[in-house]
């Protein structure tokens, strides 16, 4: 199975700041990485999927970049509703869709 | 509104069983492939089984290959999971998910909300 690991596993940011959230996959996915959303008792929401393509409704203070092994989730300032868990989750190789261990970010 | 709601979750005694339903509104519920995904107390995501539109078609993650099945009706609208000889590691929260394709690649949207399986003496 292909293994996916991010970093930092956890981040304290403030209101404004920019953050980068970092996915690194066992072997190369090409573009197949998608970045999700997961706030407590809430469903997790698709923020980029192809590494880069920003899913409709999603504020564009949110990008994603990468492929291969490689790729970066960044939140270019960030705002209050965007402490939560972010999860990156490899596509390439179905039916095992596996995701990264999650990184918590929260208020300084 | 597309909406996933997840239900039959509760607490289970080890080798017992369970059933989870996952209600889909708001979508053609028989044209997409469907997963669920779990995620123990402080753990990550982990993903655990799929169905293709028609049923005919399941995948199962090797930690539970053999013990639950994934299911679905599609008169109802409805994906389903049972869950036999339930181990005290698979207690977490299960999410449905709705597999959805672009042109360059495929992710999970929507989520369902959860349903919290316990599984302790």
């Known amino acids: 199975d292909i293994q996916m690991t991010q970093s930092p596993s956890s981040l304290s940011a403030s209101v404004g700041d920019r953050v980068t959230i970092t996915c690194r996959a066992s072997q190369s996915i090409s573009s197949y990485l998608n970045w999700y959303q997961h706030k407590p008792g809430k469903a997790p929401k698709v923020l980029i999927y192809?590494?880069?393509s920003l899913q409709s409704g999603v504020p564009s203070r949110f990008s994603g970049s990468g492929s291969g092994t490689d790729f970066t989730l960044t939140i270019s300032s960030l705002q209050p509703e965007d402490f939560a868990t972010y999860f990156c989750?490899?596509?390439?190789?179905?039916?095992?869709?596996?995701f990264g261990q999650g990184t918590k970010v929260e208020i300084k | 509104e597309v909406q996933l709601v997840e239900s039959g979750g509760g607490l289970v005694q080890p080798g017992g069983s369970l059933r989870l339903s996952c209600a889909a509104s708001g979508f053609t519920f028989s044209t997409y492939w469907m997963h669920w995904v779990r995620q123990a107390p402080a753990k990550g995501l982990v993903w655990v089984s799929r169905v293709n539109s028609d049923g005919t078609s399941t995948n199962y993650a090797d930690s539970v290959k053999g013990r639950f099945t994934i299911s679905r009706d599609n008169a109802k609208n409805t994906l389903y999971l049972q869950m036999n000889s339930l181990r005290a590691e698979d207690t977490a929260v299960y999410y449905c998910a709705r597999l959805t394709c672009s042109s360059t690649s495929c992710y999970f949207d929507p989520w369902g909300q959860g349903t919290l399986v316990t599984v302790s003496s």
């Open positions: 989750q490899q596509s390439y190789s179905t039916p095992t869709w596996t």
């Open positions: 192809a590494a880069s």
